[in-house]
């Protein structure tokens, strides 16, 4: 009996850290971004490495091989792994700055939708309101 009651609070941990809104959020991220791999990947090789081909030449580094001790060394992948890794980091940083801008844009226009409401009176001033209502109706009367 013993072993269960510390299976069961290692059972009720779990869930309780399994159901927290963070984890929940992580999950989600990880999905996501994993399915928006296929569109980076594709971005990247279907439409800026041939651009950056016609204007460069089209340099392909995987022939590149050095023998070291007799076996190859194909240093043309790694090359062509970081120039990749390169491509996919700029363009990520550009699709999150258009991102950030426009979402800074529509928060401005939220603001400024907010400021052109009057704000809400708080509740000193409401009771004040209603006694200097009911001050003014006790010296008409």
Do not use: C
Not at 9 to 33: D, I, P, R, T, Y
Not at 49 to 65: E, K, N, Y
Not at 91 to 104: C, D, E, I, R
């Amino acid at each position: 009996m013993s072993k269960e009651v510390p299976m069961k609070k290692l059972v009720s941990e779990f869930k309780a850290f399994a159901l927290k809104g963070n984890v929940v959020s992580m999950a989600v991220g990880v999905v996501v971004g994993s399915s928006f791999t296929a569109i980076v990947n594709s971005m990247v090789q279907d439409i800026i490495t041939p651009l950056i081909s016609i204007v460069g030449g089209g340099f392909d580094f995987a022939g590149w091989t050095v023998s070291v001790g007799g076996a190859p060394v194909a240093i043309g992948n790694f090359i062509n792994a970081i120039v990749s890794f390169l491509i996919v980091s700029v363009s990520m940083f550009l699709v999150v700055k258009a991102m950030s801008a426009a979402l800074a844009r529509f928060h401005a226009e939220e603001k400024k939708e907010e400021e052109k409401k009057p704000p809400e009176p708080s509740n000193e001033e409401k009771l004040l309101t209603e006694i200097r209502d009911l001050l003014r109706e006790q010296t008409k009367a």
